[in-house]
């Protein structure tokens, strides 16, 4: 009776043992689950959205951290690495995807800033792909422009004041156009609303709303030009006024001159592990004079959704190829954390196409 029970054990621990690597194997090479926690997509993410990220589209990453614990890859900017050691180190290795990344993608990645953590254990961040490499791009007056010519989005917000007849009437307006930010003004019957195109065009037919402008914001204007990438004193750019920027291409040859080392001394260095030194005249690469530099791989610039709102390219730089997970192509589930218990799914979002 013992050997029976025994056996019986030994053959849920195999069942078990199997399926579980067969789930890691599928993790490794076909998807992965991501969870949103902020509004900064707002126009196409909602926080408590479970993402299905498809690794096939952008051909699957292999671990570059082999020692680790798949469920606390799992992170958000600011929050704890753990759950993995760090030796041994593999290099980076990506299979063949069966067709180009395309621009206006969504796409899993992580997080570039993080200069502690290995490449696939730093935080992850979901954004919109919008620069590709080889591509310049510029924001003038909140207008993005790539390689010269008007690139628009649907998913793009923009900040504008809404003024209401009544104010107690701003919550459902909100609720019935779907809009997940706002903020009221002080002594006013007006409000900051982040909205899409569509979303200001059906406003302005709305009989509740009297004024609608897009906001003039003087503290975006005037913003720490340091905040924003590449973080120099002398390049003013800011949230609605940006670039014009070049985005590097894999072998791209670029001068090795002052302007370019400030500009993309990050990846020549943090990303392609160079060592440059500015002090010395002329410029050293690796302790020798050069007059150019070849990149090692594509480069990508992503935004927010919400152009004001956000934390992309603009403040922290380029996206390098092997910090890409996957390409965010459908929702499994939604939860509102701030419903009632029975009214948290958001059956609507079940299963929905990522756009």
Known sequence: MASKKATGIKIWIRAFLISL?????????????????NTKMSASLLPGDYLYINKLSTGPRLPITPLSIPIYSDREPGEKAKGYISWPSMPYIRLNAPEKLQRNILVLFNYPLDTVSPTDKKPLMVKRLVGMPG????????????????????????SYKVYFHQGKQAGKVMREYKIQE??????????ILFLTDKQVKALRNDE?????????NESIET???TYFFP???????????YGPLYIPKKNDVIKFNKRNCKLYYSIMTRFEGNNIDTLSEPI???GEASKNYTFKQDYYFVLDDNRENAKDSRHWGFLPEDHIIGKASRLIISFDRSGNLFKRIRYSRILKKIE
């Open 135 to 158: 591509d310049s791009i510029q924001i003038k007056n909140r207008i993005l422009y790539i390689n010269k010519r008007v690139i628009s989005f649907d998913n793009a917000q923009h």
């Open 231 to 241: 973080f120099l004193p002398e390049i003013e750019w800011n949230h609605i006024h």
């Open 208 to 216: 509740r709303i009297y004024k609608i402008m897009l906001e003039h």
């Open 284 to 286: 050293l690469l690796n």
């Open 21 to 37: 690597s067969i789930f890691l194997f599928m993790r490794l090479l076909l998807f992965q689950t991501y969870m949103v926690r």
């Open 223 to 225: 913003e720490d030009e």
């Open 182 to 191: 706002g903020s009221k003004l002080k002594d006013q019957e007006a409000y």
